[in-house]
């Protein structure tokens, strides 16, 4: 399937910016001929936070299986894990962003993105998230049928996120359930089926995720409040450092069930109290006036993430040595 031409026409051809929440120094961004740059948006492959935070609820998952199992890392299931949060996050930002051009184009942090500005068609961005979703569909075909399963049940959240903002003012709660769902995916490609130490995983996932998005939104308070587009940042308003501090704590207890049913030891332990320590850093130093803070603040996660998965992941490796 190939991908249709960008139209003709002088705003159209012109060469993208980087948008401002993206890595205008990331070699994929650089390198990339002009012609690829709105694709290379609209998939966020320049803004490779998105799915580093996708992808480690499936690490942590899995990693935390195979620990409980006293085994090592099933390497071969982390890779794939990362190939299918690539492309699944360029999927669900594709469709994101053509279910919001109308809203992102009043939006500053926004209003370049490819479809908002013009640069791309929807019927561009239609045949790119289908090649997307064919990416994730051979990764998910990998695994076992029941993780199959569980994988395709996501779309349920993935589906309704974009919808969220306009009806609620928890639109963070519903990114969490999809964006979690590694939390199941990661335990069901090895166990073949859900226990506890997953569910507890995933619902911890979703806290965490929910105070970072709420971060992430404090960047459009201002806008989102002009056009009624709502969020958890707006809600929380002057109260959004102890609101996020109580989702995050939330998180390190609900992990900390998981690591206990699980029975993994003291390496998983260490790491959820480096995660734990991360993100007391990240609520004292929230500053919900500070947008390049608060992107800071959102970035950092990748970093809190990678802590708690090298504890569970050290358990088990450890566990197989021994």
Same mark, same amino acid.
């Given at each position: 399937?190939?991908?249709?031409?960008?139209?003709?026409?002088?705003?159209?051809?012109?060469?993208?910016?980087?948008?401002?929440?993206?890595?205008?120094?990331?070699?994929?961004?650089?390198?990339?001929?002009?012609?690829?740059?709105?694709?290379?948006?609209?998939?966020?492959?320049?803004?490779?936070?998105?799915?580093?935070?996708?992808?480690?609820?499936?690490?942590?998952?899995?990693?935390?299986?195979?620990?409980?199992?006293?085994?090592?890392?099933?390497?071969?299931?982390?890779?794939?894990?990362?190939?299918?949060?690539?492309?699944?996050?360029?999927?669900?930002?594709?469709?994101?962003?053509?279910?919001?051009?109308?809203?992102?184009?009043?939006?500053?942090?926004?209003?370049?993105?490819?479809?908002?500005?013009? *640069?791309?068609?929807?019927?561009?961005?239609?045949?790119?998230?289908?090649?997307?979703?064919?990416?994730?569909?051979?990764?998910?075909?990998?695994?076992? =049928?029941?993780?199959? !399963?569980?994988?395709?049940?996501?779309?349920?959240?993935?589906?309704?996120?974009?919808?969220?903002?306009?009806?609620?003012?928890?639109?963070?709660?519903?990114?969490?359930?999809?964006?979690? =769902?590694?939390?199941?995916?990661?335990?069901?490609?090895?166990?073949?089926?859900?226990?506890?130490?997953?569910?507890?995983?995933?619902?911890?996932?979703?806290?965490?995720?929910?105070?970072?998005?709420?971060?992430?939104?404090?960047?459009?308070?201002?806008?989102?409040?002009?056009?009624?587009?709502?969020?958890?940042?707006?809600?929380?308003?002057?109260?959004? *450092?102890?609101?996020?501090?109580?989702?995050?704590?939330? !998180?390190?207890?609900?992990?900390?069930?998981?690591?206990?049913? !699980?029975?993994?030891?003291?390496?998983?332990?260490?790491?959820?109290?480096?995660? !734990?320590?991360?993100?007391?850093?990240?609520? *004292?130093?929230?500053?919900?006036?500070?947008?390049?803070?608060?992107?800071?603040?959102?970035?950092?996660?990748?970093?809190?993430?990678?802590?708690?998965?090298?504890?569970?992941?050290?358990?088990?490796?450890?566990?197989?040595?021994?």
């Amino acid at each position: 399937m190939k991908l249709p031409a960008i139209a003709a026409g002088p705003e159209k051809t012109a060469e993208a910016e980087a948008l401002p929440d993206a890595r205008s120094d990331h070699p994929i961004w650089r390198y990339a001929p002009p012609g690829l740059r709105p694709y290379i948006q609209l998939a966020r492959l320049d803004r490779p936070i998105g799915w580093w935070l996708l992808l480690l609820p499936c690490w942590w998952s899995s990693a935390l299986a195979t620990s409980s199992l006293g085994r090592s890392p099933n390497l071969l299931h982390l890779s794939l894990l990362l190939i299918g949060a690539m492309a699944m996050r360029g999927a669900g930002s594709t469709y994101n962003d053509l279910v919001d051009r109308e809203i992102d184009a009043k939006v500053e942090r926004t209003r370049n993105r490819p479809l908002a500005s013009g *640069r791309l068609e929807p019927r561009q961005a239609l045949v790119f998230l289908v090649l997307e979703c064919l990416v994730g569909l051979a990764v998910l075909l990998s695994f076992n =049928w029941f993780a199959v !399963a569980v994988g395709f049940a996501s779309l349920v959240f993935v589906v309704i996120y974009p919808f969220m903002k306009r009806i609620t003012s928890w639109p963070q709660a519903v990114l969490g359930l999809a964006f979690a =769902w590694g939390g199941l995916m990661g335990w069901a490609a090895v166990m073949s089926s859900l226990a506890w130490p997953a569910f507890l995983i995933y619902a911890a996932a979703i806290l965490w995720t929910m105070g970072y998005d709420t971060i992430y939104a404090l960047q459009d308070i201002r806008d989102d409040s002009l056009i009624g587009v709502r969020s958890t940042a707006r809600l929380f308003g002057a109260s959004v *450092r102890s609101a996020v501090g109580l989702l995050f704590a939330g !998180a390190v207890i609900l992990t900390e069930a998981a690591l206990l049913t !699980a029975r993994v030891g003291l390496f998983a332990q260490l790491g959820l109290l480096a995660f !734990a320590a991360h993100l007391i850093w990240q609520v *004292r130093t929230i500053d919900a006036d500070d947008r390049q803070r608060a992107l800071m603040l959102f970035r950092a996660n990748r970093d809190a993430g990678l802590l708690l998965f090298a504890g569970i992941a050290l358990d088990g490796i450890v566990a197989q040595l021994i």
